[in-house]
């Protein structure tokens, strides 16, 4: 009797076990065009995402079951070409909708990515309308100061959010894809905490791997350190060194630009009129081009009043300095002191005026 009653006891172990990792996802597709359509199920593969199940969409919905020993993400899309909605396939009944906003909801994980998202939509949206108000502003010569400022607040809370829940999440698939997705509106020290956390498995990635050797130089040029020294050719094709200026005395703003980014060629006023004000001061600026065409970096040149040291190696973004001093996007600035260490980066408009002005009183 005893015996009988001890196999009972583990076939109804390993049946609660079944059913305990058991998972059921009900999908709704509101839009009737998809009707009859196919749902792809992927992953992530090495370079592209790989088709791993597919259900068709019957009466605007589609139901898959399993089991799942450990939580796995799955991108769910209604076109083959193009992944859609993250899942984490985790024990449960998984509610998916495809709508105008799209959501996944019912167990713990993916109801905080709802949630999440849910945040960073509305935030999004609010984006978009400071943006519209900025053009109006532009257009008609209004100051846009305020309007950045609110920009800038708005990207602060998105990237905010997205480290917060990548960091809460970082153990499983879901944490490490918004870690992913997101990682380049991270600051240095957050993408550093959540290598630090990552599973080794993760950071065998190549993606994870180039932003692993990103943190490492970006640490070498953090503020604090001595400037990393190169060499270029000025636009007579002379070799010059970052050396040649840095840490002589001067105050340096070491500046990348590019003839062709806009962004670049905004700015340049105030670092034309900072260099008129403080030049006689005691203030240099190098500029180091992303230029690919000679004759364009040249002509950028002219066009844009630049009248300090100017070099290039004409490699686009395939130049060893964007490696070096662990950039992703231009303009990008580096201020450093009389000795040659960095003191601040990316200055800019009155804040470049402000802290020039403090400097060299």
């Known amino acids: 009797m005893k015996k009988i009653f001890l196999l009972f006891a583990a076939v109804a172990v390993l049946f609660s076990c079944q059913k305990k990792n058991e998972y059921t996802i009900n999908g709704t597709v509101v839009d009737p065009d998809y009707e009859g359509d196919t749902i792809y199920v992927q992953k992530i593969g090495e370079n592209e995402f790989v088709t791993v199940d597919t259900v068709v969409i019957k009466n605007g919905s589609f139901t898959l079951k399993g089991t799942a020993d450990s939580t796995y993400l799955r991108f769910f899309a209604l076109s083959k070409s193009k992944p859609s909605l993250p899942v984490l396939v985790e024990p449960g009944v998984i509610k998916v909708t495809f709508d105008s906003l799209s959501s996944v909801s019912g167990t713990p994980v993916n109801d905080a990515y709802n949630t999440f998202k849910g945040e960073v939509a509305g935030l999004e949206k609010k984006i978009s309308a400071v943006i519209k108000e900025y053009n109006r502003a532009e257009a008609e010569g209004k100051d846009t100061d305020s309007i950045e400022q609110s920009y800038d607040t708005i990207v602060e809370e998105i990237t905010r959010l997205s480290f917060e829940f990548a960091k809460e999440n970082i153990h499983n698939e879901l944490g490490e894809y918004v870690f992913l997705s997101?990682?380049?509106?991270?600051?240095?020290?957050?993408?550093?905490?959540?290598?630090?956390?990552?599973?080794?498995?993760?950071?065998?990635?190549?993606?994870?791997?180039?932003?692993?050797?990103?943190?490492?130089?970006?640490?070498?040029?953090?503020?604090?350190?001595?400037?990393?020294?190169?060499?270029?050719?000025?636009?007579?094709?002379?070799?010059?060194?970052?050396?040649?200026?840095?840490?002589?005395?001067?105050?340096?703003?070491?500046?990348?630009?590019?003839?062709?980014?806009?962004?670049?060629?905004?700015?340049?006023?105030?670092?034309?009129?900072?260099?008129?004000?403080?030049?006689?001061?005691?203030?240099?600026?190098?500029?180091?081009?992303?230029?690919?065409?000679?004759?364009?970096?040249?002509?950028?040149?002219?066009?844009?009043?630049?009248?300090?040291?100017?070099?290039?190696?004409?490699?686009?973004?395939?130049?060893?300095?964007?490696?070096?001093?662990?950039f992703q996007g231009i303009p990008h600035t580096v201020l450093l002191d009389k000795e040659g260490v960095i003191i601040a980066k990316n200055l800019r408009g009155k804040a470049l005026d402000e802290k020039l002005a403090e400097l060299l009183k």
């Open 182 to 326: 997101s990682a380049g509106m991270f600051k240095t020290g957050q993408q550093k905490e959540l290598l630090d956390m990552a599973s080794d498995k993760f950071k065998a990635m190549p993606m994870m791997q180039r932003l692993s050797k990103f943190v490492e130089n970006a640490e070498r040029v953090a503020e604090g350190k001595k400037f990393a020294d190169f060499s270029m050719q000025d636009p007579s094709g002379k070799d010059v060194s970052l050396s040649d200026y840095a840490g002589k005395g001067k105050y340096v703003l070491v500046d990348f630009w590019a003839s062709w980014c806009s962004p670049c060629r905004a700015e340049m006023p105030n670092v034309v009129e900072a260099y008129k004000k403080y030049k006689a001061k005691g203030f240099e600026v190098v500029g180091v081009s992303l230029d690919k065409d000679k004759n364009a970096w040249l002509k950028g040149i002219k066009d844009l009043n630049i009248t300090w040291p100017q070099m290039s190696d004409l490699l686009y973004w395939k130049s060893p300095v964007v490696e070096l001093y662990a």
